[in-house]
């Protein structure tokens, strides 16, 4: 009699919990099961990413603090900030009083993120994305999060629909070997597997010519580069012209070496459209696409 009291008791609490819409548990890209409050106000965003992807689905509101390094849209930089987004102040974002902590970070170990959650007494949830495709996925569950559903799945129908137009644009070209530079000389990292990045151009209708590297963000010497040979090389850069982006890299020590530099097929692209896990990645696809591409 007991134990199907305490069964009832059990269930019966759990319907008064979801009754009143205390909270519920959603597994992060970690894998960690978060119990988010079925109602959340108040944001604070460890991520330019998370910031701007909680805009875009209409969540902005909801945002109380942010890291120094959020900057999109524009008027985020006006939202109290909590420190640099590798080290926030844990004081001040204890002080904006959060209900849910987001964090998008291709590194974060599980021990850290849940290291967070227990000094900050917050939900911390993190997303990780690898894929083009699991950025979208992640607006859905952010939008599950905020109770934003029909604005985050409109959106990602709408990404889908750009995404499957760009792949259908360049299923019959030939693949493109491309090299991406994430940080220049002297300490030359690249776009590695298992990262959006590797997949944007693999969309794109490249071939990432480091898919085969033992870490998604590796440091390489010019001797490694330029054993790849890469058919085109694309450089993070803003407010550039084409010829200008290639005189810099024709400067560089050894460069001359590599026959898409010889070629002039190096090209620049804005940071923000290919390094930034958001809705703006999928512009980075397109305009990869017709880098690529162009005659």
Not at 76 to 94: C, I, N, T, W, Y
Not at 176 to 202: C, N, Q
Request: charged content about 25%.
């Amino acid at each position: 009699m007991k134990s199907v009291w305490l069964k009832t008791f059990a269930l019966t609490l759990a319907l008064v919990f979801n009754a009143l819409g205390l909270a519920k548990t959603v597994k992060d890209d970690l894998g960690r099961a978060v119990n988010v409050p079925e109602k959340v106000n108040r944001i604070v965003s460890l991520a330019p990413s998370a910031t701007e992807n909680l805009f875009a689905i209409g969540a902005g509101h909801l945002v109380v603090g942010v890291t120094s390094a959020c900057d999109y849209p524009p008027k985020v930089r006006k939202l109290p900030q909590v420190g640099d987004f590798m080290k926030p102040s844990l004081e001040r974002v204890a002080a904006l009083k959060p209900d849910l902590i987001v964090i998008v970070s291709s590194t974060i170990p599980k021990a850290i993120a849940d290291e967070l959650q227990e000094k900050t007494k917050t939900p911390v949830f993190v997303f990780q994305p690898k894929t083009v495709r699991d950025v979208v996925k992640g607006l859905m569950t952010l939008g599950e999060l905020t109770n934003r559903k029909r604005q985050a799945q409109k959106l990602a129908v709408q990404l889908e629909r750009r995404l499957n137009a760009v792949t259908k644009q360049v299923a019959n070209k030939p693949k493109v070997s491309v090299v991406v530079e994430i940080s220049p000389p002297p300490s030359l990292m690249v776009a590695g597997p298992k990262t959006f990045i590797d997949d944007a151009v693999r969309l794109a209708g490249g071939k990432n010519a480091f898919s085969d590297a033992q870490q998604p963000f590796p440091l390489v010497s010019l001797e490694t580069l330029v054993a790849k040979d890469p058919d085109v090389y694309i450089v993070a850069a803003k407010g550039k012209t084409s010829s200008q982006i290639l005189d810099e890299v024709r400067k560089r020590s050894g460069f001359s070496n590599l026959r898409c530099v010889r070629e002039g097929r190096v090209y620049g692209i804005d940071p923000d459209l290919l390094f930034r896990p958001t809705p703006r990645l999928i512009e980075g696809v397109e305009k990869l696409a017709q880098l690529l591409h162009q005659k």
